[in-house]
Structures are given as structure tokens and as C-alpha cells.
T-cell receptor, first 115, second 110 residues
Framework: DAGVTQSPTHLIKTRGQQVTLRCSPKSGHDTVSWYQQALGQGPQFIFQYYEEEERQRGNFPDRFSGHQFPNYSSELNVNALLLGDSALYLC??????????????FGQGTRLTVV | DAKTTQPNSMESNEEEPVHLPCNHSTISGTDYIHWYRQLPSQGPEYVIHGLTSNVNNRMASLAIAEDRKSSTLILHRATLRDAAVYYCILSGWGNEKLTFGTGTRLTIIP
């Protein structure tokens, strides 16, 4: 089992550009969540996808959007990049019921640098 | 979201037990207590979770206070590979997200 895989591992973009990050969940998992982790901080929840729909969203602007495909893989899109969007973006997969009796598996993350 | 409080940092000697505390005085009756850790340059990794009773798995033990307002993650015999940031997280029914704080940075001294 490859676990959660994310691509690319590193990315450099210019302010104002758009970026797409990709995530393949752990085999058997149908729920994908995205987190942003700034340097020295804990991960912050962006949103979660289940059955191809956004189920829950954190406090992030509409510039952050996502998609889940029928095979449960997911994309995170960020438009009009700001310098403050520079961070490690983490994807986590799980079964439904994460808030209760199950666990999340995280990928290694995509390090995004906006210049 | 119910809030957790953890020490910013802790140190422990290699091969000794480590007790990582977490306070969560506003926990609700349906909140689970989750622990994750993040090793350097990696994504967070699940450690353990529990609701009311103490829990054991191959990685650690979780001791939950009787009033559930605090808990302790116990690493029975720390190794250098246990050096990481440990996060204590509460999550309950209908809440599918993990709300991370700043965690406890654990340093293991050889």
C-alpha cells in the first residue's frame, strides 16, 4: 500500500499565478482533507471532500478550491497566489467519521513557495 | 472547537518513559481525544486516540483522566526516532476536521 501520495513535492510560483496540487488517498479511503502548514505552526484545515463534494470547510478564502474525482483522488487549486500562501500543503485521507473512531493518514506534503 | 493546551517543549532521555500532558477542560461528552505526531520534514502521523478509557497500542498508551479534562500520552521507552512535535486534538460527532494547535516539541537526549 503506497499510502497517501502527493505531487509535486516542491513548487515555486510567482505572486498572482495559479497552482494545482494533487493527492491520491490511501487504498480504501474515500475521504480527503487538505491542510496548510506555515513554518513553525500546526496544520490548518482547509476543506474536506467526500463523494466528490466539499463537506466541510475551514476559514480560507474562495481563492482556495478543490475537487474530488470518482477514484477518490483530489486536487487543491489556489488562485491569485499571495506571498502568504507559501506553506507546506498536506493531504490526509480517511474513512468517514474522522471526528470519532477513525484515523487520518497524511501525505508528505507539497512545499509551495510564492515569490 | 474545544481547545487543548500542551507544553511548548519537553526533553527526555533515550530509553526512558515519556509522559506528554494535554489539558482540555472544555471537552464535550462526545469528543474523542486524538494524538498525532510530526517528525521532521514529514506529514503528521497518527499515534493513538480514545474516548473515556485508557488505550494501548504498539506505539504508545493514552491515559485519560476520570473527568476527561486532561490526558497523557505515554511513550514507554523513548528512542531517537520519537523526536517530533506531538499534537493533542479533540474531535467529535459531525466534526470531520482535525484542529491542530502548536503541539509539544519532544527532544530525545542520547
Amino acid at each position: 500500500d503506497a499510502g497517501v501520495t502527493q505531487s509535486p513535492t516542491h513548487l515555486i510560483k510567482t505572486r498572482g499565478q495559479q497552482v494545482t496540487l494533487r493527492c491520491s488517498p490511501k487504498s480504501g479511503h474515500d475521504t480527503v482533507s487538505w491542510y496548510q502548514q506555515a513554518l513553525g505552526q500546526g496544520p490548518q484545515f482547509i476543506f474536506q471532500y467526500y463523494e466528490e463534494e466539499e463537506r466541510q470547510r475551514g476559514n480560507f478564502p474562495d481563492r482556495f478550491s478543490g475537487h474530488q474525482f470518482p477514484n477518490y483522488s483530489s486536487e487543491l487549486n489556489v488562485n491569485a497566489l499571495l506571498l502568504g500562501d507559501s506553506a507546506l500543503y498536506l493531504c490526509a485521507s480517511s474513512l468517514p467519521g474522522l471526528g470519532q473512531n477513525t484515523e487520518a493518514f497524511f501525505g508528505q506534503g507539497t512545499r509551495l513557495t510564492v515569490v | 472547537d474545544a481547545k487543548t493546551t500542551q507544553p511548548n517543549s519537553m526533553e527526555s532521555n533515550e530509553e526512558e518513559p515519556v509522559h506528554l500532558p494535554c489539558n482540555h477542560s472544555t471537552i464535550s461528552g462526545t469528543d474523542y481525544i486524538h494524538w498525532y505526531r510530526q517528525l521532521p520534514s514529514q506529514g503528521p502521523e497518527y499515534v493513538i486516540h480514545g474516548l473515556t478509557s485508557n488505550v494501548n497500542n504498539r506505539m504508545a498508551s493514552l491515559a485519560i483522566a476520570e473527568d476527561r479534562k486532561s490526558s497523557t500520552l505515554i511513550l514507554h521507552r523513548a528512542t531517537l526516532r520519537d523526536a517530533a512535535v506531538y499534537y493533542c486534538i479533540l474531535s467529535g460527532w459531525g466534526n470531520e476536521k482535525l484542529t491542530f494547535g502548536t503541539g509539544t516539541r519532544l527532544t530525545i537526549i542520547p
